[in-house]
């Protein structure tokens, strides 16, 4: 099966730093004296052209209340790009299931067919209590579950019928979304925790992982496809990483060395505090791959733990000659990875030194 491509939409702003943006980029109109670039539909638009142009076949948009909304955002973008799918994350929860359906309707209507979703159960209890959401960690996995079974319902309902659903979290009556001459969106889901895996086991088309090594995904890869066969499904699989490839091993590795060189160690103290709070298994498994120090960081082959300093979410990049990058996509896809889901700071340079760098070989060899 081919690889598909993906690259990242900064929605709270980019920058030559390991971290993107800062908490106030939403109100800044050009680039800061920090060098910071605020999240303007032009800026983004422009992230989302070249995207588009260097053949990635969508980007992906993160949730929280540090971002802008996802949905009003790449709805706006949608209307700048002809071919480029949006691959939206979403909380849960926050609304009816039915409304997320007729949302998402509404957005392939409007955009051809374009949107992806990406459902993000939430991991941070500050974060979610700021949206009124105090349930624990497993509940939101049922909640999810439950979701997740709602969506597809209203959303796959014959001509002509309704859909009911009487749930632990939702009760649903006479509903149906027409999503006219478009398919509902594909749903891609990851999760590191027990809860969750049975959730993507169950109810979702792509099952993601962040970027441990090749032998952890491998042992997770294996557990998804027994997970899901007991349901009587099969589940693609993606990765989401951080890439920085150069011309040679040595120019990637002096970049991130400087990308290294500007946290200092209160940054990266302060931010280890935040994220110990998390219930995020995924986010207590990246952690665990630096544990809070900046020796040994390369924890596999061109696998680079340095993001995940200060950092929540995806914590690794890629790091390496275009060559060494293109290999360990190779070598993740063999272990059953389709989607590869990339970022680099800042978004635009780093997607023009991948796409003409690794994405050519992986091309050459007919991979893409």
């Known amino acids: 099966m081919s690889i598909h491509l993906h690259w990242y939409l900064p929605t709270n702003g980019d920058s030559r730093e390991i971290v993107g943006a800062g908490d106030d980029s939403h109100l800044a109109v050009g680039p800061t004296a920090s060098g910071m670039r605020p999240p303007t539909i032009d800026y983004?638009?422009?992230?989302?052209?070249?995207?588009?142009?260097?053949?990635?076949?969508?980007?992906?948009?993160?949730?929280?209340?540090?971002?802008?909304d996802a949905w009003i955002t790449t709805a706006a973008l949608s209307q700048t790009t002809t071919r480029l799918k949006f691959l939206v994350a979403f909380r849960p929860g926050f609304i009816s299931p039915t409304l997320a359906a007729h949302q998402a309707a509404t957005f392939q209507r409007i955009s051809g067919g374009r949107l992806l979703l990406n459902i993000v159960a939430g991991g941070d209890p500050v974060e979610q209590a700021r949206y009124g959401d105090h349930l624990d960690h497993d509940a939101r996995y049922r909640r999810t579950g439950e979701f997740l079974e709602v969506v597809r319902g209203v959303s796959t309902a014959p001509?002509?019928?309704?859909?009911?659903?009487?749930?632990?979290?939702?009760?649903?009556?006479?509903?149906?979304?027409?999503?006219?001459?478009w398919d509902p969106p594909q749903i891609f889901f990851g999760g590191a925790s027990e809860a969750?895996?049975?959730?993507?086991?169950?109810?979702?088309?792509?099952?993601?992982?962040?970027?441990?090594?090749?032998?952890?995904?491998?042992?997770?890869?294996?557990?998804?496809?027994?997970?899901?066969?007991?349901?009587?499904?099969?589940?693609?699989?993606?990765?989401?990483?951080?890439?920085?490839?150069?011309?040679?091993?040595?120019?990637?590795?002096?970049?991130?060395?400087?990308?290294?060189?500007?946290?200092?160690?209160?940054r990266i103290a302060s931010a280890q505090q935040v994220l110990a709070r998390t219930e995020s298994v995924?986010?207590?498994?990246?952690?665990?791959?630096?544990?809070?120090?900046?020796?040994?960081?390369?924890?596999?082959?061109?696998?680079?733990?340095?993001?995940?300093?200060?950092?929540?979410?995806?914590?690794?990049?890629?790091?390496?000659?275009?060559?060494?990058?293109?290999?360990?996509?190779?070598?993740?896809?063999?272990?059953?990875?389709?989607?590869?889901?990339?970022?680099?700071?800042?978004?635009?340079?780093?997607?023009?030194?991948?796409?003409?760098?690794?994405?050519?070989?992986?091309?050459?060899?007919?991979?893409?």
Do not use: C
Not at 48 to 68: D, I, K, N, S
Not at 159 to 181: H, K, L, N, Q, W
């Open 44 to 68: 983004l638009g422009e992230i989302a052209r070249t995207a588009e142009r260097l053949g990635f076949e969508a980007v992906l948009t993160p949730t929280g209340t540090r971002w802008e």
């Open 159 to 181: 001509a002509g019928s309704a859909y009911d659903f009487d749930g632990e979290y939702y009760r649903i009556t006479g509903a149906r979304i027409d999503f006219g001459d």
């Open 196 to 266: 969750a895996e049975d959730v993507a086991a169950q109810h979702v088309d792509t099952y993601l992982a962040w970027g441990e090594t090749p032998t952890q995904i491998a042992e997770r890869l294996e557990r998804m496809r027994t997970k899901a066969a007991a349901h009587g499904r099969t589940l693609r699989f993606g990765i989401r990483l951080h890439v920085i490839s150069r011309d040679t091993s040595a120019d990637a590795w002096t970049q991130a060395e400087r990308l290294l060189s500007t946290i200092s160690p209160e």
């Open 282 to 368: 995924g986010q207590q498994r990246m952690t665990a791959l630096h544990d809070g120090g900046t020796s040994n960081l390369e924890i596999s082959p061109n696998l680079w733990a340095g993001y995940g300093l200060v950092r929540g979410g995806a914590g690794t990049a890629l790091v390496g000659s275009h060559t060494e990058v293109a290999d360990r996509i190779s070598e993740y896809h063999a272990l059953g990875i389709d989607h590869f889901i990339l970022s680099g700071q800042p978004h635009i340079e780093e997607a023009y030194w991948f796409a003409e760098g690794a994405g050519a070989i992986l091309r050459d060899r007919g991979l893409l």
